[in-house]
């Protein structure tokens, strides 16, 4: 225990029942932990520069919690596990037995039961994940409210890691220039189910219970089913790839939606921050989060590249002619991959305010104004049919312009 730090809390009136029993370490900034109403209980750890805690947080109430470079916005309950590098936008409920890592973002009223693992994870407002569920490497959006939220039903598995040792399996639930609308229809998961990653979902879409999805839909309103296969053995190419498109097409949607939503988070959500205060460092966490996702991606990507290498020389000691289809495709990828990149480098860096963006931002500007700096779900949720489209189309150009320059067609 680190007495002058849990001295120093409780001073300031930070609300700790059992103060011998919750270890502080000295790298915490107790100016970064708010006094309004928050409650740490017994057994809890807390480690790392960079922790946040905003009012009416409650640590602990169900089983110990251990907090290392997480930031919780106001309102935020964490009843049970551990979190490493992690960022709460506010109003999020994450049951016992989590596990959630680095690259994790909840927006607004985003919520978790219990047992769940996170990594590298996105959920947009409203998404709710039920228990015993490993989701990491997703991008979720989808629904309207808290009574009308996309959802993960209990006991899925994201399957995010391949026999190919790769991790370039990134799967999208809806997208960025829609899904920040708040106004579209809810995706559904169906419990004891899977997506074998990466895949990428339309809105109103619902996998079954016991579905293993492993294709995109990207149709809205479609019921999905993946049945289990039948008991057999085939021979297997090992090291080599046959979906090559499937991956690489997949990985730079995924990536060329992140950067959007960097380019949303800088001009948009900056304009529902308090200038020097707790809620202006908890929007600097979730840039620097999404800045974690998009560099993994990017690494990821890069790996995939060196995989595909092995993959074309193992082709062709089988006897695959260079000029052969699955060889060209993947001289093509890889060459794609290289370029890749300085494209989602050049559009980090841009301005990026086309025309239809200036328009957006003036109308958050004023709706802003007018309902305070604080409701950023309210002012979305208030946003006419044509405002909403204007700020869709000005998203959807900043991905489109990545997808033009790096996706490859299907001959």
């Not at 001073?11 to 309004?36: A, F, Q």
């Not at 251990?66 to 919780?72: A, G, P, Q, R, V």
């Not at 936008?89 to 596990?99: E, Q, V």
């Not at 990134?170 to 229809?185: A, E, T």
Request: with cysteine.
């Amino acid at each position: 225990m680190e007495p002058n730090i849990v001295t120093k809390l409780v001073k300031k009136g930070v609300n700790i029942p059992n103060p011998e029993s919750v270890y502080v370490s000295s790298t915490i900034d107790p100016d970064r932990i708010s006094s309004d109403n928050v409650t740490i209980h017994a057994g809890c750890k807390l480690f790392g520069e960079k922790t946040l805690i905003l009012k009416n947080s409650v640590i602990g109430y169900e089983t110990p919690v251990t907090i290392e470079n997480s930031m919780l916005g106001e309102n935020t309950h964490l009843k049970g596990g551990f979190f490493k590098g992690a960022v709460f936008a506010g109003d999020n409920t994450f049951g016992s037995g989590a596990h959630v890592r680095e690259g994790t973002i909840l927006e607004e009223q985003a919520n978790a039961a219990h047992n769940v693992g996170l990594k590298q994870t996105i959920l947009f407002p409203f998404v709710t994940l039920g228990s015993l569920i490993n989701f990491c490497d997703c991008f979720m959006a989808g629904g309207t409210s808290r009574k009308d939220h996309s959802e993960v039903g209990s006991s899925f598995i994201h399957f995010n890691y391949t026999p190919n040792q790769d991790k370039a399996t990134p799967s999208m639930m809806g997208d960025v220039h829609q899904g920040v609308m708040l106004h579209l229809k809810a995706i559904f998961l169906g419990g004891q189910g899977g997506l074998v990653g990466p895949v990428r979902i339309g809105y109103g879409c619902i996998s079954a219970a016991g579905s293993i999805i492993r294709k995109n839909e990207l149709r809205k309103n479609r019921l999905l089913l993946g049945g289990s296969f039948k008991e057999a053995s085939f021979p297997r190419k090992s090291n080599v790839y046959t979906n090559v498109l499937h991956i690489y097409n997949n990985n730079i949607y995924y990536i060329a939606n992140l950067i959007a939503l960097a380019i949303w988070y800088r001009h948009v959500r900056f304009l529902f921050v308090k200038k020097n205060s707790l809620s202006a460092q908890l929007y600097e966490g979730m840039v620097e989060n999404l800045n974690v996702c998009i560099d993994e991606r990017i690494k990821r990507l890069k790996d995939f590249s060196v995989k595909l290498d092995y993959s074309r020389q193992e082709l062709i000691s089988q006897g695959r002619d260079k000029d052969s289809k699955p060889i060209v495709l993947h001289d093509k990828t890889i060459l794609s991959i290289k370029s890749a990149e300085n494209v989602f480098d050049l559009q980090l860096k841009k301005n990026n305010i086309t025309p239809e963006g200036e328009r957006f931002i003036k109308f958050i500007k004023n709706k802003a104004g007018d309902h305070g700096v604080n409701n950023y779900i309210e002012v979305i949720q208030r946003l006419s049919n044509d405002e909403r489209e204007s700020g869709s189309q000005w998203l959807k150009g900043i991905e489109q312009e990545i997808i033009d320059q790096l996706m490859i067609e299907q001959d």
